[in-house]
């Protein structure tokens, strides 16, 4: 891991956002634990991300905004995920900070 990756205040004066690759999650339900806010579980077992409405997003790909105060818990919900299907990046260049991806 980068420095990057291991310090969630790297990125938090810009606007993230985050998305779930379904097809490699697991359904283990770590990101729940650590976000429910911005994580659920659907009836399908699989997770996927919650608008800042709380809606539960299901298109494949669906991003949703990072909160500030929830970005310590996200990042932790990539780096625990056994399915490394959780991406974090930036709205402005969608450049992956968080996540299998991130550089």
Known sequence: M????DSPGASDTQDLE???DQDLCTGDGICVQYAPEVFELDIDGLAYVKSADDE???EPG???RVPLPLLTDVVDSA???P???IHVRRVS???EV????AA
């Open 2 to 5: 980068t420095a990057q990756q």
């Open 93 to 95: 260049d969608s450049v």
């Open 98 to 101: 968080y996540g299998p991806d």
């Open 83 to 85: 399915g490394d299907c």
């Open 62 to 64: 669906a991003t949703t």
């Open 18 to 20: 985050v998305w779930i």
């Open 56 to 58: 539960l997003l299901q």
């Open 79 to 81: 780096k625990e995920c």
